[in-house]
């Protein structure tokens, strides 16, 4: 083929793709345009997950007539003039892009008045081509509608995501400009349904509330601007919100970071803030932040990508130390005394053992549900103590006692000791001593009679006493209804209460005797951590979660009996050697190995 220069149109297609990748990418460009134009007042349609429609309109300034195609021009922008004025961006905008590249892709309708001018324009382009312009009475500002988008890159489509995957990343793109803008007043309708509104009061704090919801809000620990501390680059400023270290994630995309007004990506900000939990939080587990930070423009630079995304900080140390310390101030001022150390006797107590003595000594003498951790019936327990070289099959072939048909036994009897850590259950067996993950074999044993249930089609599901209600945080509350028929399936009856509130009148008989609600939110976090494509079908996926958070956890002190319960139901797990994630459940030293470690061999 001939060199030849390609024609408007297709290069136009080629650039847009920098831009807009998907349909939250056509709601930031603008939301940004509005908030440049000084608007107070924003609100985005969407339907379809924005494949059919995204309409943004606006009380900003509005674009003056004679302006109006020219603001779709490539490179055409009011917001600089110079390169040096990259320097000093107060806008959101200033590539000159966005307008370009939406209308390359899809068909627009723009209609705009400035205050002062009596008509409004509207003008229509599909593909990058004007197709009509007309004057029109219309309030002051700007309302763009972008309608099917991609209709012309084919191959753009093609990886644009469901639906509702497309109105999760729109609702995130919303809510975080609704948190950067808290005087401005945003809604956001999905199909015609408003599912977020904001009131433009100025305070991030009645944002945060909308979007996380009241329950979770009242475990924000608020983080001030301080007076910079000596040494400290007196400009750089944090103000915001982080989580009290027993509210944590599964991961850090709910640490969320702000730089003059502009949400954006920073691995490295974002470990400043997990580091400023150093010792509060488990491993692995991540705080829920929205940090502001605010800087002299001249100190960021933000054209480092066209999407705008990612920034370049002329002093990165200095930032990363910020944020380190007001979090860290932030945190450590809040967080609860620690305990009372006990008197050292010159023994090195295991972490928690004070608070977990206390439990102890209460365990089976308090109320607490322990879901199917009640004895079977009537079982014998034939074996008491070790008997020499016992093989562990040979028990396999004990008679059952009368009652329900046991399965078969995969575990010889075990006699259980006690419990270390509240977290591993000791026992004793034919062929040695065990050690059971409490949590991991509960996993186990009720993955197995989910599995059972679902084979055999019983009814699963069981009310709950009163029905809950549970409000969630809005990119809980998108996937949650997404998965909404799987967990049916599954046993859940839950319906949705209107904006972010669901109600559950059923649960997995599984998850009986739990708190609902709580059990509910653990398996949305897990769910959010992301399907392992590929992996098993969604329903186990799903299944997998309810298990997790059905089962006793680390750290939970049980009784005798309940120990005896889960120990006496692994015997009879199908596979007893793993917990359903393949982590083992016990590890096996014998009675060989125990007699060669003390030389009695
Ligand atoms: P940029 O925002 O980088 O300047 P855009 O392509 O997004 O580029 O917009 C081009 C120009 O159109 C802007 O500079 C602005 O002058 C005008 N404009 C776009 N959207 C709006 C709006 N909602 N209200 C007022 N003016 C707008
Ligand atoms: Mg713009």
């Not at 859940?492 to 209107?498: A, K, L, N, R, T």
Request: hydrophobic residues 40%; negative net charge; contains cysteine.
């Amino acid at each position: 083929m001939a060199i030849h220069i390609l024609p408007e149109t297709v290069a136009a297609q080629i650039a847009a793709g920098e831009v807009v990748e998907r349909p939250a990418s056509v709601v930031k460009e603008l939301v940004e345009n509005a908030l440049d134009a000084g608007a107070t007042d924003i609100r985005v349609e969407v339907q379809e997950g924005g494949r059919r429609l995204i309409r943004v309109g606006d009380n900003g300034c509005g674009i003056t007539a004679s302006e109006v195609e020219l603001a779709f021009a490539r490179h055409a922008t009011s917001k600089i003039q110079t390169i040096d004025d990259l320097n000093y961006i107060h806008t959101l905008g200033f590539r000159g892009e966005a307008l370009h590249s939406i209308a390359a892709v899809s068909r627009v309708t723009l209609t705009t008045r400035q205050q002062n001018e009596p008509l409004g324009v509207q003008i229509h382009i599909e593909g990058g081509e004007v197709k009509s312009r007309r004057q029109l009475g219309t309030a002051a500002g700007t309302v763009v509608t972008v309608e099917d988008l991609f209709y012309n890159t084919p191959a753009r489509l093609k990886f644009l995501k469901g639906a509702t995957t497309e109105r999760r990343h729109i609702s995130a793109m919303v809510t975080n400009y609704a948190l950067a803008y808290p005087a401005v007043r945003f809604s956001l309708h999905h199909e015609g349904r408003e599912v977020f509104r904001t009131y433009g009061t100025g305070q991030l704090s009645d944002v945060l509330v909308k979007m996380l919801g009241a329950e979770l809000f009242r475990d924000m620990i608020e983080i001030t601007p301080q007076q910079p501390a000596h040494g400290d680059q007196p400009s750089i400023r944090v103000h915001g919100y982080t989580s009290a270290p027993h509210q944590n994630r599964a991961n850090r995309s709910h640490i969320t970071l702000f730089v003059n007004g502009r949400v954006i990506q920073d691995s490295s900000l974002a470990y400043a803030v997990t580091q400023a939990y150093h010792t509060l939080l488990p491993r692995g587990r991540y705080p829920i932040a929205i940090l502001m930070i605010t800087m002299p423009p001249e100190e960021v630079d933000v054209n480092v990508h066209p999407a705008k995304a990612e920034v370049r900080f002329r002093n990165p140390d200095a930032v990363f130390s910020a944020v380190q310390r007001a979090v860290r101030n932030a945190v450590v001022g809040q967080a609860p005394s620690p305990a009372v150390r006990l008197p050292d006797f010159g023994h090195s107590y295991t972490p928690g053992w004070q608070d977990r003595r206390e439990r102890l000594l209460q365990a089976g003498t308090q109320h607490r549900p322990a879901p199917r951790l009640e004895l079977e019936a009537a079982e014998e327990r034939p074996f008491q103590g070790i008997r020499g070289e016992l093989d562990d099959n040979a028990l396999t072939a004990i008679p059952e006692g009368p009652g329900r048909p046991l399965k078969p036994r995969t575990l010889p009897v075990l006699r259980v000791l006690g419990q270390i850590g509240a977290t591993y259950i000791v026992a004793e067996g034919p062929a040695g001593l065990y050690l059971i993950d409490q949590h991991a074999a509960h996993e186990r044993i009720l993955f197995e009679q989910l599995m059972a249930e679902r084979a055999a089609q019983k009814p699963i599901a069981q009310q709950t006493l009163e029905a809950s209600t549970i409000e969630l945080p809005m990119s809980s509350a998108a996937l949650l209804e997404e998965n909404l028929e799987t967990l049916v399936r599954l046993g859940f009856d839950i319906e949705p209460f209107g904006g972010q509130t669901f109600r559950i009148r059923a649960v997995p008989a599984l998850l009986a005797g739990r708190n609902p609600a709580e059990a509910l939110r653990t398996i949305i976090e897990d769910l959010e951590l992301g399907a392992d494509p590929g992996k098993a079908a969604l329903e186990e996926q799903v299944s997998l979660h309810v298990c997790k958070a059905a089962a006793v956890k680390a750290g939970q002190v049980l009784s005798m009996a309940e120990m005896q319960a889960l120990v006496q139901q692994l015997e009879r797990c199908e596979t007893p050697h793993t917990c359903p994630h393949g982590r083992p459940t016990l590890i096996h030293i014998s009675a060989d190995q125990l007699a060669r470690e003390f030389g009695r061999t």
